[in-house]
C-alpha cells in the first residue's frame, strides 16, 4: 500500500536485484513510494561474497541483520555481529563482506539523500544507488 503519506511494503511485492558476485539488494524505501529525503533497503550476501569498494554522495548507515560481517571503511577491516551498525560519511570508500564461508549475511542500509548514487573505485562507473543492476567489479 503506497499513500501520499505512508507505503508498507511487504516482503513478497518487493523484487531483489543481482548486485553480481553473490549480493542481492531489495530495495525498500524508495522515491517510488513516494520518499523525498531517503532510501533504504537489505543487502543479502552468499558465504564469502562482498561488493565492490565504492563511495556514496551521501552519507550511509548500515545495520548488520544477520550473520558476520567485515566493514572495509578507509581501508580499515571491521568486523561486525548483528545488530552492530556503521555510519559512514560521504565520499568515504568501503564495501562490506560476508565472514562467514558457510552462512548468509543480511545488512540494512540507508542513504541520507534520495539523490544518492554508487561510485565503483576499481573503475570510476557511477550509478543511482536505488536502481539496481550488477556492480562491475
Known sequence: ?????CAILRRGDVQSID???GARTTPLVTRRCGSSSLLNGITTFDPGA?????????????VVIEGLAIAEIDGVQHELGVHDTTWIAAN???RFI???ATDPMRIFWTYASTDA???II???EE??????GVDRL
Request: glycine residues 12%; positive net charge; charged residues 20%.
Open 98 to 100: 560476508n565472514a562467514s
Open 122 to 124: 576499481a573503475t570510476g
Open 1 to 5: 500500500m503506497t499513500t501520499n503519506k
Open 92 to 94: 568515504v570508500p568501503h
Open 19 to 21: 548486485r553480481g558476485g
Open 117 to 119: 548514487t554508487r561510485t
Open 50 to 62: 562482498s561488493i565492490g569498494l565504492h563511495t556514496h554522495n551521501c552519507e550511509e548507515s548500515v
Open 127 to 132: 550509478r543511482v544507488a536505488d536502481a539496481g
